[in-house]
């Protein structure tokens, strides 16, 4: 009745354009309020997990000189950008979820969907690098020390970081640049492009155009880059003639496939779809295993499918 309330009142004061407009009304999980205090819980383990994990990852790293290898700097990088991704989204996401305050204001807004969309960019691109560490160290083995020295794993982690930050900034201008009509209340947990496009009175086409031409040129083509470094992977992997050499082999990519592959199926799911045929509420569940729970089993995969990670673990 709580979050009725709060949404009627929205609705009353929001009759004005854009210029009256101060800040949206995110609606979160209210429409299952018994079970709040219970989705509060679940929601703080997992966030709690993730910062834990992804720690541990950073500081074993860091730690243990057997790991100063370029697979594992890439790693690290991925543990850092899991904290970050997930702190997104998650702290305010339990706010919601504890108290009956859910305004955020369009600033605030907008600064969280620049810094979601610019760790989503940076995640395909350090998978797409991974991939292509994994690729050199399996099917150039003579020439992996010479290509992936630390310097060169320094500056394609910088350009990794660089071009996800740079490649968020058009769609979070134009998306700032909407003016709102059909409502101020996001049917979401956090401001993502899709519900607020959804709330806009102008046309999308611009924004989907982007949206669709991003996807072309970063996701298709990291897409495109992982597939064909596994596909020399698995290729090189099928001639090694003996059981254990192959399995040796697979271990040092099993890990990192599992999670291209987990996070390749929810970001089609999530978001290669036109708006008009978007589920909110589908895609907001959706949403809570692509952006809470794969941060959170990263470390996890990493570590239990990696005996030099464990080891390293255990020592620590």
């Not at 703080?44 to 074993?60: A, M, P």
């Not at 999308?204 to 669709?212: G, K, L, S, Y």
């Amino acid at each position: 009745s709580t979050s009725l309330h709060l949404y009627t009142e929205q609705l009353d004061i929001f009759n004005g354009s854009k210029s009256d407009i101060t800040e949206f009304l995110i609606l979160g999980f209210s429409n299952t309020p018994s079970l709040q205090p219970l989705l509060f819980m679940i929601f703080l383990l997992i966030y709690v997990l993730t910062l834990l994990g992804n720690i541990v990852i950073i500081i074993v790293i860091s730690w243990d000189i057997r790991l100063q290898k370029p697979m594992y700097c890439f790693l690290c990088n991925m543990s850092f950008l899991d904290f970050c991704y997930s702190t997104v989204t998650a702290p305010y996401m339990l706010y919601v979820l504890l108290t009956t305050h859910k305004n955020l204001s369009i600033k605030r807004c907008m600064t969280q969907l620049y810094f979601f969309n610019s760790f989503a960019s940076v995640e395909y691109l350090l998978l797409t690098t991974m991939a292509y560490d994994r690729y050199m160290a399996i099917c150039k083995p003579f020439l992996y020390t010479q290509v992936m020295s630390r310097k060169a794993c320094f500056w394609l982690s910088l350009a990794a970081w660089i071009s996800g930050f740079t490649a968020a900034l058009p769609v979070t201008i134009f998306t700032s640049a909407l003016s709102f009509c059909a409502s101020n209340v996001i049917n979401h947990f956090f401001c993502d492009v899709t519900p607020l496009l959804k709330l806009s009175c102008d046309d999308p086409t611009t924004i989907e155009m982007t949206m669709f031409t991003e996807g072309v040129v970063l996701l298709f083509s990291c897409f495109l880059l992982t597939v064909m470094s596994y596909i020399h992977i698995i290729s090189a992997i099928l001639k090694i003639k003996s059981t254990e050499g192959r399995h040796k082999a697979f271990s040092t990519c099993g890990s990192h496939l599992t999670v291209v592959v987990l996070f390749y199926v929810l970001v089609v799911c999530v978001y290669m779809k036109p708006t008009s045929s978007h589920s909110l509420d589908v895609g907001k569940i959706l949403s809570v295993i692509y952006v809470n729970v794969i941060p959170m089993l990263n470390p996890f995969i990493y570590s239990l499918r990696n005996k030099d990670v464990k080891n390293a673990v255990v020592r620590l």
